[in-house]
């Protein structure tokens, strides 16, 4: 991740990529501050039919970061079909996390499972989810549509693109009819 788009555009950057670290390879997400501060997390569930756990060393422990005094809980690609890796926990009372994003290499044929998938974190986890994906074909004839898209915890699709690039805000409201209710177990 470029630090120095970070602090110039201040704006937080993340994705992932393939890091090498002591003799293992980790597809690990950076979440980099403008400040130069940054997080980690490297995906833990591996995508088998890939052949990924022949390459690749999962991780362990997720990251859950803070920004505005939102918690955001960070995720990669595969992690998405694990429901129990994201799922919610209780601090104090009160959850864990308020937004849920996962970075992904999603191709075209498994979008409708992807967006479904996408929808159903968001409500059984009570949280916005943010779920971007790759877009084009990735040179060896597999497609990728995009399909990013931002979900109310009731599971409102908020905002959906596909077959483009696209830089889209969205304002979030954690006082938001659904999100508040659900939180207090209504």
Known sequence: ???KIAAEKRVILTGSLIIQE????????????PNGQYGTYDKRHLFGYAGEHNHYTPG??????????????????????????????????APE???????????????????TLLQARAIEN???LVGVNRVGDDGNHIYHSGDTMVVSPLGEVLYHQQDREEV???????????NSELRRGN
């Not at 859950?64 to 009372?93: E, M």
């Open 97 to 115: 996390y308020d937004v849920l994003i996962y970075v992904a290499n999603w191709p075209e044929r498994r979008s409708h499972p992807r967006k």
């Open 168 to 178: 889209h805000t969205i304002s979030l409201d954690k006082d938001r009819q659904g």
């Open 126 to 128: 009570q949280c916005y």
């Open 22 to 33: 002591n003799g293992h390879y980790f597809n690990r997400l950076i979440w980099m501050l």
């Open 1 to 3: 991740m470029d630090e």
């Open 60 to 93: 362990n422990k997720r990251l859950i970061t803070s920004v505005n005094g939102w918690a955001v809980n960070l995720q990669v690609c595969y992690d998405l079909r694990f429901p129990v890796w994201a799922r919610q926990q209780q601090r104090d009372g």
